[in-house]
């Protein structure tokens, strides 16, 4: 299957899911220029994590008038698989693609650290490869990343099953303790409602090999993959 | 003479230098022409002070490409095709005054001397002094410092792997921010600074030009200062996004071949960028200042050409690939402006529209004086060496207590306050993280990692620079031998207070002259640095602080080690570090955090210290060894506590006590490294150490729950774990 890899001024995470996709999970990657508006040819499309435009104004807020993203959003509608890590969830919400959106952590701290996530649905295109349940040990590296959504929109998401992860400890409780920037409900990735548009503020990038540290991230990768292939 | 006293004093130039301009240029210079020769003669460009002593220091070995001063930063061959290209910068006074923006730029500058030479900037480093944290002041500077470095790298996407963060009242009004960067590149696509071709375009690329930072390598950065805030203008504001995209398109831009150079704009901005380019390619330079675009209004020529503002690279373009070169910068929405050409008559002429406004020949600018003050060997030098120990009260059953203490003192204490707050791991290199003896990155694509460390004592220094310089190398060396890794080059950062004094200048010296006799014996050399002198308040210099960075290369990754014991029943080692004449308390963490007495005789085998880590290298190598960890501060017993941490396993000590108590568990002995093996692969340590004559002891066994060393210490894992991982944040709440 083939993705696509967007590059937005300031993003940083571009290399690492290319190598990740490239080198270790052998796909076909492009990197698409946030100038480009045709995404024909691909599977997937990946919103990498950085400073996109700096997080001048609001992180996400200049991004998304980026001329990709009515590409995107048209991507998005026609069922194909859309996934935005760290900036790219900030920019998926700011566009409209996602519900909620992600606030300063609330220890005003940047974060860059290991996090447990549980598996909250594994029937999304993006966690089949998972548990229901399942603990993800899946590194963070934000200063925005506290999600927030008002009682309505966060009442849905919870009965429609689209938080795809949420912070825990280890053991897979989910404690205020074990959240890591005061996001409500210790939410760390959500689904739109089609569940084919993933956002999560964790990089599954950056825990794909064992030197890394560990390879909890290959998990939806391949999850991405298996969907594709049957979908195809 | 027409130059008023004021003129001279914003650029720091004295009379007789004025007057040496003069005789040299013969004629009166004018005020832009004052501008250029006070930056250029600075003590950060013109290295007046230092460059006679920075000649002793080695930098000669096979793999190294780029030697210090004739490129940005140094380079050096780690096979494969590749080069690893680094260098390490202060912003102590910058920070100073402003802590978030100065540590921030300071990060912003030291990546425009990497990706200026084709490289992409993969790691940061950084190594930090403050005042201790029971200050406000202290804890404002400390807090800013910190949130600059992130603010900024983070924004870059480059991963900070390692550093240190030291607290003492000798850096209270006069806070150190060294910072570090390195980037790798394709030995053949390495860029030089060199501006040559009769002809050839000066394009001015990325941030507009303003006022900012204005004197800031005259005024800032080579002298003394008691107002800070008369100075905050002075600092500059950095724009990481700006950076972020300058690097983006430089990198670019360096593929191609439409350039002969890349000179980033760093302290004394244009004037300095322009002008070292032009000299290192002994050619001339026009620059037209009208063509600078501004950021205000109404900038005087003066202004354009000393003004520090962030984020603005110079591109040295092959006439007739203007458009092309800047087709790339258009693509990164930067803003790209043709300001002049190279010339081949060695001139510096500087034009306002057709006014021309400076005409100065280059190597007069590039060629300041260079002083040689007559060192005087400080009165408290030999005292403090005297000074007795036999006095301090042995610590008898305090000992479980003593540590724990100096487990939460700052020095010793987790770091993972800072780290946490740096990415370090974006670029998905990183393999060891910070918290360790040194950083380590896998190089993609090949079989090979790097080791990176920055490290340095002023209280070695203090007490003794020559033994302190030779301790500064010999450590940072040991810290890379932990994590397996060879050491292949340095970079240095001199932070010393004001060299016009002989007993700073002493200081100066020795630890120079210690700093080259650890690199000639350890074969290590250096291949670049800073200088950075002035660094004192009130008349009260800062304690001697060489800092070194230090590159390591590990052929296999596979064979890279830790800290942290591995396994319950490996047996517990000590390899090196008998022969000490002194009982190593002397300058040690512990006299100074429990009975705050800075004194004593430190010493150094730098043979045995050579052998020891070659030891340590070869049982890393051979797989014999699971863990090593550097013995430095606290001693023995803080070194054990933190494998004892980093593994999640405790220890049963046993070893016979040589001399006092204290002295055996928190003494400084040199040359020494705490490794773990299981018992099986012990009688092959052993035979190791025999072969490469270094000393060995078994110290006991890891495993269960307890931090225990026989008749001395018992203490539970966790509170050995909470005293160490707390204290920091408590300290900043």
């Known amino acids: 299957m083939k993705f696509g890899v967007i590059v937005f001024p300031g993003t940083w995470s571009d290399r690492d899911c290319y190598h990740v996709l490239a080198k270790v999970l052998k796909q076909q990657v492009d990197y698409i220029w946030h100038k480009s508006t045709d995404l024909s040819g691909f599977d997937c499309v990946v919103l990498p994590g950085g400073f996109s435009y700096g997080d001048y104004l609001r992180c996400g807020a200049i991004a998304r008038f980026s001329p990709v993203m009515s590409a995107v959003e048209k991507f998005a509608a026609s069922g194909k698989l859309v996934i935005g890590i760290c900036?790219?969830?900030?920019?998926?919400?700011?566009?409209?693609?996602?519900?909620?959106?992600?606030?300063?952590?609330?220890?005003?701290?940047?974060?860059?650290?290991?996090?447990?996530?549980?598996?909250?649905?594994?029937?999304?295109?993006?966690?089949?490869?998972?548990?229901?349940?399942?603990?993800?040990?899946?590194?963070?590296?934000?200063?925005?990343?506290?999600?927030?959504?008002?009682?309505?929109?966060?009442?849905?998401?919870?009965?429609?099953?689209?938080?795809a992860f949420r912070y825990c400890t280890p053991s897979g409780e989910i404690t205020a303790k074990a959240n890591p920037n005061g996001s409500l409900n210790n939410i760390a990735g959500i689904v739109n409602k089609a569940g084919n548009v993933l956002g999560m503020m964790p990089h599954p990038e950056r825990c794909c090999e064992q030197i890394m540290g560990g390879t909890d991230g290959i998990l939806i990768f391949e999850s991405i993959i298996g969907e594709a292939a049957r979908v195809a | 003479m027409s130059i008023s006293k004021e003129i001279l004093d914003d650029v720091a130039l004295s009379e007789d230098e004025y007057n040496l301009i003069v005789q040299q240029l013969g004629r009166e210079p004018n005020l832009v022409e004052i501008g250029l020769f006070g930056s250029l003669w600075s003590e950060h460009c013109g290295y007046k002070h230092s460059k006679s002593l920075l000649k002793l220091l080695p930098h000669a070995?096979?793999?190294?490409?780029?030697?210090?001063?004739?490129?940005?930063?140094?380079?050096?061959?780690i096979g494969d095709g590749l080069c690893i290209v680094m260098k390490m910068e202060s912003h102590n006074h910058p920070s100073a005054i402003e802590p978030y923006e100065g540590a921030a730029t300071g990060v912003g500058g030291i990546v425009r001397d990497i990706f200026t030479m084709g490289a992409r900037p993969i790691a940061l480093l950084n190594s930090l002094r403050f005042g201790p944290l029971d200050e406000p002041r202290n804890r404002y500077l400390f807090g800013g410092v910190v949130s600059g470095i992130g603010g900024y790298g983070n924004c870059l996407g480059i991963p900070d792997v390692a550093g240190e963060v030291v607290f003492s009242p000798s850096y209270s009004a006069n806070p150190l921010i060294n910072a570090m960067c390195v980037g790798i590149v394709e030995k053949e696509k390495l860029v030089s600074s060199t501006a040559r071709g009769t002809g050839n375009l000066l394009m001015l690329v990325g941030a507009?030009?303003?006022?900012?930072?204005?004197?800031?390598?005259?005024?800032?950065?080579?002298?003394?200062?008691?107002?800070?805030?008369?100075?905050?203008?002075?600092?500059?504001?950095?724009?990481?996004?700006?950076?972020?995209?300058?690097?983006?398109?430089?990198?670019?831009?360096?593929?191609?071949?439409?350039?002969?150079?890349?000179?980033?704009?760093?302290?004394?901005?244009?004037?300095?960028s322009a002008i070292e380019s032009a000299s290192k390619g002994g050619s001339g330079v026009i620059i037209d200042v009208a063509k600078v675009p501004r950021r205000e209004e109404g900038m005087t020529p003066y202004e354009v050409m000393l003004s520090e503002s962030q984020e603005r690279m110079l591109a040295i373009v092959k006439r007739g690939c203007e458009d092309k070169v800047k087709a790339i910068f258009d693509k990164w929405d930067l803003r790209s402006d043709i300001i002049g050409y190279v010339t081949d008559d060695g001139i510096a002429r500087i034009t306002d529209?057709?006014?021309?406004?400076?005409?100065?020949?280059?190597?007069?600018?590039?060629?300041?004086?260079?002083?040689?003050?007559?060192?005087?060997?400080?009165?408290?030098?030999?005292?403090?060496?005297?000074?007795d120990l036999s006095g301090i009260p042995d610590i008898g059953e305090n000992a479980s207590s003593v540590?724990?203490?100096?487990?939460?003192?700052?020095?010793?204490?987790?770091?993972?306050?800072?780290?946490?707050q740096y990415?370090?791991?974006?670029?998905?290199?990183?393999?060891?993280?910070?918290?360790?003896?040194?950083?380590?990155?896998?190089?993609?694509?090949?079989?090979?990692?790097?080791?990176?460390?920055?490290?340095?004592n002023g209280r070695y220094c203090y007490l003794d620079p020559y033994i302190g310089g030779i301790i500064a190398v010999a450590e940072a060396a040991r810290n890379l031998a932990c994590a397996g890794a060879t050491p292949l080059a340095i970079t240095d950062c001199l932070n010393f207070g004001n060299p016009e004094k002989p007993e700073v200048f002493f200081q100066l010296e020795q630890c120079i002259r210690g700093m080259a006799e650890a690199c000639h014996i350890l074969n290590i050399p250096i291949i670049s640095g800073n200088v950075s002198l002035y660094n004192e308040t009130r008349g009260e210099p800062i304690y001697p602080t060489p800092i070194i960075g230090m590159l390591g290369l590990i052929d296999d990754i596979q064979h890279h080690c830790t800290i942290g014991f591995k396994r319950e029943g490996d047996v517990v080692v000590l390899l090196g570090g008998s022969t000490a004449k002194t009982d190593g308390r002397g300058g040690s963490e512990y006299l100074d955090a429990i009975h705050?007495?800075?004194?004593?005789?430190?010493?150094?085998?730098?043979?045995?210290?050579?052998?020891?880590?070659?030891c340590c290298l070869d049982a890393i190598r051979q797989g014999i060894i699971a863990s090593a960890h550097d013995c430095s501060d606290g001693g023995l017993a803080v070194t054990l506590a933190e494998s004892c941490i980093a593994g999640g396993i405790g220890i049963r000590g046993k070893w016979e006590f040589q001399g006092k108590t204290d002295s055996e568990l928190f003494g400084e002995q040199q040359s020494r490294i705490v490794v773990?093996?299981?018992?099986?692969?012990?009688?092959?340590?052993?035979?190791?150490?025999?072969?490469?004559?270094?000393?060995?002891?078994?110290?006991?066994?890891?495993?269960?729950?307890?931090?225990?060393?026989?008749?001395?210490?018992?203490?539970?894992?966790?509170?050995?774990?909470?005293?160490?991982?707390?204290?920091?944040?408590?300290?900043?709440?």
Request: hydrophobic share 40%; proline share 5%.
């Open chain 2, 423 to 456: 990415d370090h791991q974006v670029q998905i290199n990183t393999v060891v993280a910070p918290g360790s003896d040194a950083g380590v990155l896998r190089i993609k694509d090949t079989q090979k990692a790097i080791a990176l460390t920055a490290d340095g």
């Open chain 2, 403 to 420: 540590l724990l203490q100096l487990l939460a003192s700052p020095n010793i204490a987790s770091k993972e306050w800072v780290y946490r």
């Open chain 2, 353 to 387: 529209g057709d006014e021309v406004v400076a005409d100065v020949p280059i190597t007069l600018l590039t060629t300041p004086p260079l002083y040689r003050p007559q060192g005087v060997k400080p009165a408290w030098i030999d005292e403090l060496k005297r000074f």
């Open chain 1, 87 to 163: 900036n790219g969830f900030q920019i998926l919400c700011e566009a409209g693609l996602l519900p909620g959106v992600l606030t300063q952590n609330n220890h005003l701290q940047y974060r860059c650290q290991w996090t447990d996530l549980r598996v909250e649905n594994d029937s999304l295109p993006f966690t089949s490869r998972t548990q229901q349940g399942q603990v993800l040990s899946i590194p963070i590296s934000h200063y925005e990343g506290s999600y927030f959504a008002d009682d309505a929109t966060l009442r849905e998401l919870e009965a429609s099953k689209r938080v």
């Open chain 2, 61 to 77: 070995s096979p793999h190294v490409l780029v030697n210090p001063g004739e490129e940005n930063a140094g380079a050096v061959d």
């Open chain 2, 208 to 272: 507009d030009t303003g006022r900012d930072g204005l004197h800031g390598a005259s005024g800032l950065a080579s002298r003394t200062f008691e107002d800070e805030c008369e100075l905050r203008p002075t600092v500059q504001v950095g724009n990481p996004f700006m950076e972020k995209l300058l690097m983006e398109a430089c990198l670019e831009l360096a593929e191609t071949d439409y350039i002969v150079g890349l000179q980033d704009l760093g302290a004394a901005g244009l004037t300095s």
């Open chain 2, 676 to 733: 773990s093996a299981e018992p099986a692969r012990v009688g092959e340590l052993r035979n190791l150490a025999t072969r490469h004559q270094v000393p060995l002891k078994e110290l006991g066994t890891v495993g269960g729950n307890r931090f225990f060393i026989e008749n001395a210490i018992d203490v539970p894992l966790d509170e050995v774990v909470s005293a160490w991982k707390n204290s920091l944040a408590q300290a900043m709440r």
């Open chain 2, 596 to 614: 705050g007495i800075v004194a004593g005789d430190i010493s150094i085998d730098i043979d045995l210290e050579r052998k020891v880590q070659l």
